[in-house]
C-alpha cells in the first residue's frame, strides 16, 4: 500500500505553556491557523509527539494542535511525577485550548490517548465537536492485567524475557513487579520492558540502551498504571452518555496485542451511534499504511459531520 500520511510539515507555531506545578509543555500548531481545529492526544502514557504525528492531518484543511504530555517529549520536568495524573492532562487540555483561543475542536486520540480523550469529552463535552479514538484502551485492571499476561501467546521470547529475571515468587503479579522496578529507574527492567512493547507490535528490540525520554516514558507508564491510570472504567464509560450527540468513529486494528479489540467493541455498546471501522490486519501502530489511512478517513469523516 502506499504511504497514506501527508507530506512532512513543519509548525507554523511552537510555544511552551507553563500549566503549573513546574510543569511547562511543548505545544506545536500545524497545517491553516484558519483550518479545522484538532487536537492530538498521544500515548504511552509518556510516548510524547513525533514529527510523523503531524501527518496525519491534511494541512490545506486542518489547524492540528499537537504536545507532549507533562514528563515526556520535549515537555519539562522530563520524568517529573509530581502533580501528573489524568486530571491534570485533562486541564492541560483546556489549558492549551483556551490559550490558543479556540471555542470547539475535534480530539483525536490513540491507545493512552483514547482514553484521555474521552475523560477529557466527558468533563468538557461542550468544548468538544467530534471525536477519533484508536486502538482503545479504557484503563480496566482487566485490560492492565491481560497486557503482562494473556499477551504470552502473541510475542512468547519476549515475553519470557520479560518475567524470566523475575524472582518465582513476584511472577504472579508481574505488573507490580515491573513498575516497582520501573519506578526506582531500573535500566534493565526498562528495557525488557520497551522491548517487550515492541515485539507486541512486531518491531525489533532495541538495539541500544534506553536513552533519556524512553526511560522517562518507562517511568510515567509505571506511574499511571500503578495508580490504575487514575480512572475508573465505569465512570468513563457513563460519561459517554453525554457524548452521543457528537460525530465519533473508532479505529480498531483486529491483530491489535496492545489494546485488544474487546475494549473497543465494549466502548461501541457504550456509545451506540459511534461508527466502528475494524482493520482487519492492523495492528497497533497507527502509523502502518492500512491504520494510517482509515484513521485520515474517520478525521475527514468526522470533520464533515462536526459542528463550530
Given at each position: 500500500m502506499p504511504d497514506p500520511l501527508f507530506p512532512p510539515i513543519t509548525p507554523y507555531r511552537t510555544l511552551r505553556l507553563p500549566v503549573g506545578d513546574g510543569h511547562v509543555l511543548h505545544v506545536e500548531e500545524c497545517g491553516r491557523p484558519d483550518g479545522i481545529p484538532v487536537v492530538f492526544l498521544h500515548g504511552g502514557p509518556g510516548s510524547g509527539c513525533s514529527a510523523a504525528h503531524r501527518r496525519f492531518f491534511d494541512p490545506a484543511r486542518f489547524r492540528a494542535v499537537l504536545f507532549d504530555q507533562r514528563g515526556c517529549g520535549n515537555s519539562t520536568p522530563l520524568a517529573g511525577l509530581r502533580s501528573n495524573t489524568t486530571a491534570h492532562?485533562?486541564?492541560?487540555?483546556?489549558r492549551i485550548r483556551i490559550s490558543l483561543g479556540i471555542e470547539r475542536w475535534l480530539v483525536f486520540g490513540g491507545s493512552w490517548g483514547s482514553l484521555l480523550a474521552l475523560i477529557y469529552a466527558g468533563r468538557h463535552p461542550s468544548r468538544v465537536?467530534?471525536?477519533v479514538l484508536r486502538g482503545i484502551f479504557l484503563g480496566s485492571e482487566e485490560e492492565l492485567r491481560c497486557y503482562v499476561t494473556d499477551a504470552e501467546g502473541a510475542a512468547p521470547l519476549a515475553w519470557k524475557a520479560l518475567a524470566g529475571d523475575i524472582p518465582e515468587e513476584e511472577r504472579g503479579d508481574l505488573l507490580r513487579a515491573y513498575t516497582s522496578r520501573l519506578l526506582a529507574g531500573d535500566t534493565v527492567a526498562a528495557r525488557r520492558w520497551l522491548d517487550y512493547e515492541r515485539a507486541l507490535m512486531g518491531e525489533p528490540p532495541l538495539s541500544d540502551a534506553p536513552d533519556a525520554r524512553r526511560l522517562a516514558k518507562t517511568m510515567i507508564q509505571a506511574h499511571y498504571l500503578a495508580n490504575a491510570c487514575f480512572s475508573n472504567v465505569a465512570g468513563v464509560l457513563a460519561s459517554c452518555a453525554r457524548l452521543r450527540h457528537l460525530p465519533?468513529?473508532?479505529?480498531?486494528?483486529?491483530?491489535?496485542?496492545?489494546?485488544?479489540?474487546r475494549a473497543a467493541e465494549r466502548l461501541q455498546r457504550a456509545l451506540p451511534n459511534a461508527v466502528l471501522r475494524h482493520v482487519e490486519a492492523g495492528g497497533h501502530n497507527a502509523l502502518a499504511a492500512d491504520m494510517a489511512v482509515v484513521c485520515?478517513?474517520?478525521l475527514a469523516s468526522v470533520a464533515a459531520s462536526a459542528e463550530f
Open positions: 492532562l485533562v486541564e492541560d487540555i483546556e465537536a467530534g471525536l465519533v468513529c473508532i479505529v480498531q486494528g483486529r491483530r491489535d496485542t496492545v489494546c485488544p479489540p485520515i478517513a474517520a
